[in-house]
Structure formats: structure tokens, C-alpha cells
């Protein structure tokens, strides 16, 4: 079984940055593509961002060029930069795999 921890979430000011970090409890990363999605309060989940097997990545317009989704496939972790923070990025962040996810991580940018 898979299990994924979310990290890095905490109170930030807009305009802040912070980094999350999604550790693999197995190396699955060589095998899949992964990627990071968030709950805003009265929102469903959404995709924030993504990245393959091979680097390939997506973003969603409200966080391009703002956040940076990147994997170390050999210390098994997922991350996401996130810069120029805005109120309306304060959520529950969630790492994916396949069909494993993580507890959530969650992150508050103050106005």
C-alpha cells in the first residue's frame, strides 16, 4: 500500500511563499504522472497542477507563474513552490497518485 504525507502548509501573508512537500511511502514515482490538487472552503477539489513520468508539466490558470510543481524520483518526493500567495489560494492541498492521496496539508495566506 502506497501512502503519501503532505508537508510545508502553515499561515503566510499575501505576497509569501511557501513550499509544500509530498513524500511516497513506495517509488512509484518512476511509474506514473502525480500531481497536486486543492479544497477552497465552498469549493470542490481542483487540479492545481501536474507533472509525468517524463517532466511534462500543467498548471492551472490561477497559479501560472506563480507556483512551480516539481519530483526527486530518488528521494521519492513530489513538491510545489508556491509564490506571490494570494487570499484566494488559502486551501487544503492535497498530493495524488494514481489512486492514493495524501491527508492534506493546510495552507492560509492572510490579506
Given at each position: 500500500?502506497?501512502?503519501?504525507?503532505?508537508s510545508?502548509?502553515g499561515?503566510?501573508q499575501?505576497?509569501?511563499?511557501l513550499?509544500?512537500?509530498?513524500?511516497?511511502?513506495a517509488?512509484?514515482?518512476r511509474l506514473?504522472?502525480m500531481?497536486?490538487?486543492r479544497?477552497r472552503?465552498?469549493?470542490?477539489?481542483?487540479?492545481?497542477?501536474?507533472?509525468?513520468?517524463?517532466g511534462t508539466?500543467?498548471?492551472a490558470d490561477p497559479?501560472?507563474?506563480?507556483?512551480?510543481?516539481?519530483?526527486?524520483?530518488a528521494?521519492?518526493?513530489?513538491?510545489l513552490?508556491?509564490?506571490s500567495?494570494?487570499?484566494?489560494?488559502t486551501a487544503?492541498?492535497?498530493?495524488?497518485?494514481?489512486s492514493?492521496?495524501?491527508?492534506g496539508?493546510?495552507?492560509?495566506?492572510s490579506?
Amino acid at each position: 500500500q502506497v501512502q503519501l504525507v503532505e508537508s510545508g502548509g502553515g499561515l503566510v501573508q499575501a505576497g509569501g511563499s511557501l513550499r509544500l512537500s509530498c513524500a511516497a511511502s513506495a517509488n512509484i514515482f518512476r511509474l506514473y504522472s502525480m500531481g497536486w490538487y486543492r479544497q477552497r472552503p465552498g469549493w470542490q477539489r481542483e487540479l492545481v497542477a501536474d507533472i509525468t513520468r517524463g517532466g511534462t508539466t500543467f498548471y492551472a490558470d490561477p497559479v501560472k507563474g506563480r507556483f512551480l510543481i516539481s519530483r526527486d524520483d530518488a528521494k521519492k518526493t513530489m513538491y510545489l513552490q508556491m509564490d506571490s500567495l494570494k487570499p484566494e489560494d488559502t486551501a487544503v492541498y492535497y498530493c495524488a497518485i494514481e489512486s492514493y492521496w495524501g491527508q492534506g496539508t493546510q495552507v492560509t495566506v492572510s490579506s
